[in-house]
């Protein structure tokens, strides 16, 4: 039972009693990079650091970033059951302790510019995000609801044209059993730990937005579950995932055959646990750095990239291998984060035909590989971080997957850290020469509660 303050006890009793929603290739890319970065669907943290979090800062390497008045539990009742914790919202725990809530909210809105050919500009609500998590019976149950609400995020790429939504606005819903620290039971809708930047949140970025690496060789989110442990062996340098799923990606229904996903993953962080999936060094401390490595295998993927992309037009299925290998650093302000991705695929071909009779040809796989390295310095003396980012595809082999590049540098502003932020950053992307490629300039404010 929940612990009131007699003043919101008084206002419960006065109120009444209750009655009875090419024109060229580099176009193509721009609109596939678009799909994909709507695919990037948020998104908060899958890894609760609360449970591990490392030293404090260290003040021999001066001053943290500005310290924000309104960081930390703020207890809202007399016996602290009720309080606001930003970055996690609203909390309220029952006087046993056995139940939490926690509600949140977080919204970005973004300014986008692209040119040089046609500059074309939009400002949008890119995200919209309610989250409802906490834990049920005992901390050892826990859960995790998420709903996205901007238009992007429920799959409207252009309004004008067509705005009808294309995806359930369900991005998470899992359950956590934890009761054994070396076994611990995810099941639900959620991202799987493929990429470490899918799986960082789009909230606790240090540039806008995720690389052209994401984009194409993301597994975003499926149905299914997992074995893991976020420190196995309680030797605080450890985590594993091991995990099957139905392989239809976010917002699968209806029944199928056995064609799943199966996904294996290791970490090594060599100097014990920090907060390696929240981009930037806040603390400030010694070094900390994190390895990760994983495999996943699709067995008859019924999309182009996996679980994610096209149907391919002769309307068959490919069997999908990936390899995802990344490293996260962290010292003294300065973070770098490494990635590389592979995806090879066998193409089984399927029976469609044209309008004429003739069998479709078979469409090739997206092989290939690719690569993201991104280094930031946050100040110490003032809330600002600098960042700059290199990252491409290439295709392998006979393939469908064309080459793209990607090099962004920006700047961001933090009043309230990750919660409350402001972030401008400049991109070129391009496919074969950077002289040949286009303009992005992007402006986004984020705020949570």
Do not use: C
Request: proline residues 6%.
């Amino acid at each position: 039972m929940l612990r009131w303050s007699p003043m919101v006890a008084a206002l419960a009793l006065a109120l009444p009693a209750p009655s009875s929603a090419q024109r060229d290739d580099r176009d193509d890319r721009d609109a596939q990079i678009d799909e994909d970065r709507d695919d990037d669907i948020d998104e908060d943290l899958d890894v609760d650091f609360d449970e591990h979090r490392e030293a404090e800062r260290d003040p021999e390497y001066g001053p943290s970033p500005e310290e924000v008045p309104t960081e930390g539990p703020h207890e809202l009742d007399e016996v602290g059951n009720v309080s606001f914790v930003p970055g996690t919202g609203l909390r309220v725990t029952s006087a046993d302790e056995r139940f939490r809530l926690e509600v949140r909210a977080r919204g970005q809105i973004a300014y986008d510019v692209r040119g040089p050919d046609d500059w074309r500009h939009q400002i949008q609500i890119r995200r919209a995000r309610l989250q409802l998590s906490g834990y049920t019976f005992s901390p050892n149950v826990r859960f995790k609801l998420e709903i996205a609400l901007s238009p992007a995020d429920v799959g409207i790429s252009d309004s004008q044209v067509d705005g009808v939504p294309t995806r359930s606005p369900l991005l998470d819903f899992y359950v956590d059993f934890r009761h054994l620290r070396d076994l611990q039971v995810r099941v639900g809708q959620y991202k799987v730990p493929s990429n470490r930047q899918r799986v960082i949140s789009s909230g606790n970025l240090q540039l806008v937005d995720r690389s052209i690496l994401n984009a194409e060789m993301t597994l975003d989110r499926d149905v299914g579950f997992d074995l893991r442990s976020a420190d196995f062996l309680g030797l605080g340098k450890l985590r594993y995932y091991a995990g099957v799923y139905m392989g239809r990606g976010r917002g699968a229904r209806g029944y199928d055959d056995f064609g799943l996903m199966y996904l294996g993953r290791v970490e090594v962080l060599p100097f014990g646990l920090f907060d390696d999936y929240v981009e930037g060094d806040f603390d400030r401390t010694g070094p900390r750095l994190s390895l990760g490595a994983g495999y996943v295998h699709v067995d008859r993927a019924r999309r182009n990239r996996g679980i994610l992309g096209d149907v391919p037009v002769d309307g068959g299925t490919t069997d999908t291998h990936h390899l995802f290998v990344d490293a996260h650093f962290k010292a003294r302000g300065f973070s770098l984060l490494a990635e590389w991705s592979w995806r090879s695929g066998a193409r089984i071909a399927g029976d469609l035909v044209d309008d004429l009779g003739a069998p479709i040809p078979t469409e090739l796989p997206r092989n290939g590989t690719g690569a993201n390295l991104q280094a930031g310095y946050l100040f110490g003396a003032v809330p600002v971080e600098l960042a700059a980012r290199y990252a491409f595809v290439r295709g392998l082999g006979e393939t469908s997957l064309p080459d793209a590049n990607e090099l962004t540098v920006g700047a961001s502003y933090y009043p309230g850290r990750h919660p409350y932020k402001v972030q401008l950053d400049y991109s070129r992307l391009w496919a074969d020469a950077l002289d040949q490629g286009d303009h992005r300039i992007r402006l986004q404010i984020q705020v949570s509660l």
